[in-house]
């Protein structure tokens, strides 16, 4: 089977602006998680889509938000970035619901200017 | 909600030496255990997970953990490592059930093999 895949791998932005990155999870997994992680709060954990509907939620601000399509591949998106959104952001997938075989792609390295 | 503490954040082993990382946890529901490895600007990789049964969990790599309730703590341990084992180990823990998959990490531990 292939592996949880994120696109793109590298992104730069500037401040105030948006950005969308995706997850496709491994196949006949349902479950998607997202982590970000920064050198200062470590992996702190977003949020978590199983079968299209978000079923938990980390302590991040509106700004963060995320959707899961009908083939579980998700996205997440960050509006008006900061500098503070500069991380590498990772997705996870897993076959069950309830969190047995978390297996995390190569992630996604945000660099805000 | 659960917490992770991984007591060392550096640990200088030599090669053939063996190395213990230490993970305690908390929680008041029952959890799922988990290490990773994370080389540098790649993801995670799963070691090994302790889900239920057997305290001894074998994974990849030679790496193996022993899941001790009573001390709330879950070490990782390798009884000769290698210099391709420097690295970034993160210790987590989901709620086990119906709790969702969401994992809390513990701040992560360097593993620097020297020659």
């Known amino acids: 089977k292939a592996g949880v895949t994120q696109t793109p791998r590298y992104l730069i932005k500037t401040r105030g602006q948006q950005v969308t990155l995706s997850c496709s999870p491994i196949s006949g997994h349902r479950s998607v998680s997202w982590y970000q992680q920064t050198p200062g709060q470590g992996l702190q954990f977003l949020f978590e889509y199983f079968s299209e509907t978000q079923r938990n939620k980390g302590n991040f601000p509106g700004r963060f938000s995320g959707r899961q399509f009908s083939n579980s591949r998700s996205e997440m998106n960050v509006s008006t970035l900061e500098l503070g959104d500069s991380a590498l952001y990772l997705c996870a997938s897993t076959e069950y619901p309830t969190g047995q075989d978390p297996f995390f792609g190569p992630g996604t390295r945000l660099t805000v200017l | ?115």
């Open chain 2, 1 to 115: 909600a659960q917490s992770v503490t991984q007591l060392d954040s550096q640990v200088p082993v030599f090669e053939e030496a063996p190395v213990e990382l230490r993970c305690n946890y908390s929680s008041s529901v029952s959890v799922y255990l988990f290490w990773y490895v994370q080389y540098p600007n790649q993801g995670l990789q799963l070691l090994l997970k302790y889900l239920s049964g057997s305290t001894l969990v074998k994974g990849i790599n030679g790496f193996e953990a022993e899941f001790n309730k009573s001390q709330t703590s879950f070490h990782l341990r390798k009884p000769s490592v290698h210099i391709s084992d420097t690295a970034e180990y993160f210790c987590a823990v989901s709620g086990a059930g119906a709790a969702g998959n969401k994992l809390t990490f513990g701040g992560g531990t360097r593993v620097l093999v020297k020659p």
